[in-house]
């Protein structure tokens, strides 16, 4: 698994279907993990997180999985995506395990590094369920504006400078 970029403690590496079975326990986490990315509440399959993997790998999608350099466990997901211009939608998803160990603020930091610099975006932007005050308050401190909310959801961006 090649590293196509690094923080302090995690390798960011292209989406890859040796781990799926990491990726179907983190999406299945209904409590801990799936109730903070979407709706579904049924399980995935092997197949269609096969399937959606696979889609990702073979679109070149601006996906990637997360692993701990120390031990070299699965952290989670992070992706740039709703990508037009120079703007996308960034988007992060961690193992309930993996949870409270800093590496969500970790990640957010040198996403955007990596969005500005390499990718060459401009406009960085993301939405929050409103009832995630966590997540908001690490995005806050990360230099995201909040632009817009409703009942469910609160959006934020950050702009290069």
Request: aromatic share 14%; charged share 30%.
């Amino acid at each position: 698994m090649n590293t196509i970029f690094e923080s302090e403690n995690i390798n960011y590496i292209r989406p890859s279907t040796d781990l799926i079975p990491e990726y179907l326990e983190m999406v299945n986490d209904i409590e801990n993990v799936a109730r903070f990315i979407g709706d579904r509440r049924e399980p995935y399959t092997e197949e269609e997180e096969f399937d959606y993997i696979k889609d990702k790998m073979d679109n070149n999608a601006t996906m990637f999985s997360m692993i701990e350099k120390r031990t070299g466990r699965f952290i989670g997901n992070i992706e740039f995506f709703n990508r037009s211009d120079d703007s996308a939608e960034w988007g992060i998803v961690i193992t309930a395990k993996m949870q409270d160990k800093g590496y969500g603020k970790e990640a957010l930091k040198r996403s955007v590094e990596y969005g500005f610099n390499d990718l060459g975006l401009s406009r960085i932007f993301l939405s929050v369920y409103a009832d995630n005050p966590r997540a908001i308050h690490v995005y806050e401190q990360c230099g995201f504006k909040e632009y817009d909310r409703n009942e469910v959801d609160v959006y934020m961006e950050i702009t290069r400078c």
